[in-house]
């Protein structure tokens, strides 16, 4: 794992690490790295201590890394928090001001009044990252123009000299770095981060409407909606709470718009009800849980994955349900467009679980096709027989949706067990055929399931076994072990809900270990396969300290068995 | 929307059928009501849509030939707002009780009400739980005895119309089920008001009301003097707050502040932008 340079930024909130961490991916990205970007905060608005770091290689990377080999501290604090973590090759950037390093192998000490106003300290240490890395000074001062261009000439031309000033003085020090070599390319790419995805995913699917209430660390997929609501013509709603926010969703779409729902575990506890709701009216509905730790308010910045029973057991009474769980970036995108089909073609909500940790991680990812279809809501009126009834009974369980204003034809959508015509009965008889009928739709969704992705050696010694976001960290792992001669091979679930047996249960049989890596306490992914299965997961490497699960906690776990500090 | 009628509306288009309702129930007057003042609007039928909650008063609209979302209780509000927003020409109506409306669904009334959204609101209020077999409602008077409040209520009873006067809210009405001509009245006025209208129309549980009768109700609500003018808050709030011996009926309050759902970008018809200029911005 010495193929990647880690960087890490560290500060208080409001010195602006984001903004110079979101610069400087962008500027590694565009030179053609690939990044992997864990932002890690508190729940405050100023001051504590927040960090953003950036994972750069010009190899392959999905995971993030522990040991830092740039710390760029924005304050002391920083400086005496991470010191212990950086390589032994690592270096550590701070102001010349600071008194503090003690036992910091290699201080880069840097005379920031010298270049400019202290207000652009942040914009300084990009400058002198950016030298020691090798980037093209050219990269960044486009960027700058391109992000503060518009802000007045002054600030531009402020930040243009800190840069130049910072950037020069760096490359004077002759500060023997082990970068990454530079990368030849001329490809496009994208800057996003999970979230990010999850809206782009939802537009290209054509979704028309999302409500919300604002909660960390969904809120990113309703403000990116937001951010393109005019170009997409869809209205995003902030509700009163989350009930409103669901009921909203199912609303809109029973009137034709495709609609979302964005939200974290409390504020998905109070959709529940609703949940149900778009369950037996049969109302598509794509619900967006971004995970983390629980229960209650738990940590309300940090990430975790255990919700996946939650999302899972949702709901009273019994409906069919899809849940993704999308373990890169892409898979965002390409999930939460999954998402939108599947809801619309079984008609009642389908889950996309992610978490605080692949939220918030940028990526570089390669182009989209950007003539994507969209998903048309309900039917023509002339594919319905006459009289009209929402809920007939058919072969495989889906009834022709019409909506409502869009024909002569009367549609009625009942909470309470309904007849076909969806009005409220008490007739036991049809109360069976209805419920036979939702589950029915559960057959379809078993032969529409993403099949689990396997890595690695065919009969392995140790299979690991993974969901979501610790898909990134347990390939690596996986692939660690194996340049060192191991036979271990990664069965990873980027759907965990229809889970199909036959998809998998081979690859359990055939591996002499099988070890759960996952973000929580208990290990609901491997309770789940047993609870369809049979077959019992005995070892497990779990992370539930509200930070995502690397290669090296993962290699440290099972080579001692216990955490060890990196 | 308003348009041309290709087929008549008639009395037969909303035609009412068998009901879960027990004998004498105020409910029969307020949906014959509705279906005047359906028949009386004019407007087409397929262009309507029904949202109600849970409750004997939101089995109201499966009685109706309408196009209907019955969702959760408490809960009708929310999904109304989304139908509207989500297909801003349909006209949308509200129909459920007072425990759906005020007790279980009061922070969508309220936020509803701040919205303006463009919703219809019928109210059935008999101060009571009836469908839950008698327990007290938000709307119960101080004292009033139930089998869970045997004591009688001491929480403050809750005044919609006071509430919806004091928010603001796009037009407040009250009326009463043993006055069908003017529910009716009060339910056009309420469809052809753009913007957030309540109609709170009292009405008798025969079964577990015995206090607020129909006696008692036909004794004491008087409709709102000639020269009352709803469009003057200070006095509309001083009308709201009266309840007692006598407790006024007819267009309590009225503004003009223009809808929700004109103020905000709706484009559910709009063709969106080609997807690749959007996903440029992230190169």
């Known amino acids: 794992m010495n193929t990647s340079t880690n960087i890490l930024i560290g500060g208080e909130a409001g010195q602006g690490l984001v903004t110079i961490g979101e610069l400087l991916s962008k500027v590694l990205v565009r030179a053609g790295y690939n990044i992997v970007v864990t932002q890690s905060y508190q729940s405050r608005v100023r001051g504590g201590h927040n960090t953003f770091a950036i994972r750069v290689s010009d190899k392959e990377i999905s995971a993030p890394k522990e040991s830092v080999d740039i710390l760029v501290a924005l304050n002391e604090e920083t400086v005496n928090i991470h010191k212990a973590s950086v390589a032994k090759e690592g270096i550590v950037i701070s102001s010349d001001k600071f008194k503090s390093g003690e036992g910091v192998l290699r201080p880069i000490k840097v005379p920031y009044e010298k270049f400019g106003s202290a207000k652009l300290e942040n914009v300084a240490s990009l400058g002198v990252v950016c030298s020691i890395l090798g980037v093209e000074k050219g990269h960044i001062l486009k960027l700058l123009n391109d992000r503060f261009g518009k802000k007045g000439s002054t600030i531009a031309k402020d930040n243009e000299n800190m840069l130049n000033a910072s950037y020069d003085w760096a490359a004077g020090q002759n500060i023997v770095f082990n970068k990454s070599p530079k990368v030849k390319t001329d490809k496009e790419r994208y800057m996003m981060n999970g979230n990010e995805a999850i809206a782009l995913g939802a537009i290209s699917a054509g979704v028309k409407f999302a409500a919300f209430y604002p909660m960390t660390p969904s809120t990113s997929v309703n403000l990116s909606l937001i951010s393109h609501a005019k170009e997409t013509g869809m209205v995003v709603e902030q509700a009163e709470d989350e009930i409103a926010a669901i009921n909203m969703a199912i609303g809109a779409s029973y009137a034709g718009a495709p609609s979302m729902v964005a939200t974290s575990g409390g504020g998905f506890a109070l959709m529940v009800e609703g949940a149900s709701l778009a369950g037996m009216t049969e109302t598509p509905v794509v619900v967006v849980v971004a995970q983390r730790p629980g229960p209650a308010t738990g940590l309300p910045t940090r990430t975790e994955q255990a919700d996946l029973e939650f999302v899972l057991y949702s709901g009273h009474g019994e409906f069919p349900r899809a849940i993704f769980t999308p373990g890169t970036v892409e898979e965002c995108f390409h999930l939460t467009r999954r998402a939108f089909e599947l809801a619309e073609k079984y008609q009642g909500p389908v889950f996309i679980l992610t978490d605080q940790y692949l939220a918030d991680s940028f990526r570089a990812v390669d182009k989209f096709d950007g003539n994507l279809s969209r998903v048309k809501a309900g039917v023509a009126a002339s594919e319905v027989k006459a009289p009209y009834m929402r809920y007939a009974l058919t072969d495989n369980g889906i009834s022709p949706r019409l909506i409502p204003g869009s024909s002569k034809h009367l549609v009625v959508a009942g909470s309470d067990e309904h007849t076909e015509g969806g009005h409220l009965t008490e007739d036991l008889d049809a109360r069976v055929k209805m419920v036979d009928k939702r589950l029915k739709k559960m057959e379809g969704l078993s032969k529409e399931v993403s099949q689990p992705e396997y890595f690695g050696d065919a009969s392995p010694d140790k299979l690991f076994i993974s969901f979501g976001s610790a898909y990134g960290a347990a390939l690596e792992a996986v692939k660690s072990l194996n340049e060192k001669g191991g036979e271990t091979a990664l069965l990873n679930f980027s759907q965990v809900w229809p889970l199909v047996p036959s998809t998998f249960i081979d690859k359990l049989n055939s591996a002499k270990e099988v070890v759960a890596i996952e973000g929580n306490a208990t290990g609901q992914l491997a309770g789940l396969i047993r609870k369809t299965t049979g077959f019992e997961i005995k070892n497990k490497i779990l992370r539930y300290d509200g930070l995502p699960i690397t290669p090296e906690y993962i290699l440290n776990r099972l080579a001692h068995g216990e955490p060890v500090e990196p | 929307m308003l348009r041309m009628s290709d087929t008549m509306i008639t009395n037969d288009t909303y035609k009412i059928s068998e009901t879960?309702?027990?004998?004498?129930?105020?409910?029969?007057?307020?949906?014959?009501?509705?279906?005047?003042?359906?028949?009386?609007?004019?407007?087409?039928?397929?262009?309507?849509?029904?949202?109600?909650?849970?409750?004997?008063?939101?089995?109201?609209?499966?009685?109706?030939?309408?196009?209907?979302?019955?969702?959760?209780?408490?809960?009708?509000?929310?999904?109304?707002t989304g139908v509207k927003l989500a297909n801003p020409t349909l006209n949308v109506i509200v129909e459920s009780g007072d425990g759906c409306s005020y007790g279980e669904g009061g922070n969508h009334f309220i936020s509803a009400i701040r919205r303006n959204i463009d919703l219809t609101v019928i109210v059935h209020n008999n101060q009571v739980y009836g469908l839950t077999k008698g327990q007290a409602s938000p709307t119960s008077d101080e004292g009033f005895v139930t089998k869970t409040q045997p004591d009688g209520v001491k929480s403050g009873s809750f005044n919609p119309i006071e509430v919806a006067v004091a928010l603001k809210a796009g037009f407040v009405a009250r009326s009463f089920s043993g006055m069908p001509a003017h529910a009716t009245e009060m339910i056009v006025k309420g469809i052809k008001h753009k913007g957030f209208s309540l109609i709170d129309i009292l009405q008798p549980c025969v079964t577990?009301?015995?206090?607020?009768?129909?006696?008692?109700?036909?004794?004491?609500?008087?409709?709102?003097?000639k020269d009352h003018d709803p469009t003057n808050w200070e006095n509309a709030l001083k009308v709201a707050t009266q309840w007692g011996d006598k407790i006024p009926v007819g267009v309590i309050y009225e503004n003009s502040r223009k809808p929700y759902d004109e103020l905000i970008y709706t484009g559910l018809n709009s063709t969106p932008k080609d997807l690749k200029s959007i996903l440029a911005k992230y190169c």
């Open chain 2, 20 to 80: 879960a309702w027990c004998p004498g129930c105020g409910n029969f007057s307020i949906i014959k009501s509705v279906k005047d003042a359906l028949v009386r609007s004019g407007l087409e039928q397929d262009q309507i849509v029904f949202v109600s909650g849970i409750g004997q008063a939101a089995k109201a609209p499966h009685y109706l030939n309408v196009n209907l979302l019955d969702g959760l209780h408490g809960r009708s509000l929310p999904a109304a």
């Open chain 2, 208 to 225: 577990f009301n015995k206090v607020n009768n129909f006696g008692w109700y036909k004794k004491r609500c008087v409709e709102l003097p």
